[in-house]
Nanobody, 123 residues
Framework: QVQLVESGGGLVQPGGSLRLSCAAS????????MGWYRQAPGKQRELVAV???????EYADAVKGRFTISRDNAENTVYVQMNSLKPEDTAVYYC?????????????????WGQGTQVTVSS
């Protein structure tokens, strides 16, 4: 089992920035990718960004150029810096941990999840 603890999130005005972080513990050896998904009301959970243990990244088209994912392997922590936030970025953001191939294929049946943190972009 892998436990994920998130921090960050909150209310920000359009054009603002937020940073989310997520620390993993437990059976770290069973995963080689960490990242973030989000789910807006009435919508399916979707991938935001993911990073492999080797530093390879994958982003949703909607966030490319605005969000940057990074990780600290020594601390088993992943971060996402979110800039130029838009109202459509409003969602619950979930930390993700799993296998890189699953992330690329958007398969989540073997994923580990954080508890979720609300991000609201509104004036």
């Amino acid at each position: 089992q892998v436990q994920l603890v998130e921090s960050g999130g909150g209310l920000v005005q359009p054009g603002g920035s937020l940073r989310l972080s997520c620390a993993a513990s437990g059976s770290i050896g069973s995963i080689n990718a960490m990242g973030w998904y989000r789910q807006a009301p009435g919508k399916q959970r979707e991938l935001v960004a993911v990073i492999s243990s080797g530093g390879v990244t994958e982003y949703a088209d909607a966030v490319k150029g605005r969000f940057t994912i990074s990780r600290d392997n020594a601390e088993n922590t992943v971060y996402v810096q979110m800039n130029s936030l838009k109202p459509e970025d409003t969602a619950v953001y979930y930390c993700y941990a799993g296998r890189w191939i699953d992330a690329l294929l958007r398969r989540t049946n073997r994923a580990y999840w954080g508890q979720g943190t609300q991000v609201t972009v509104s004036s």
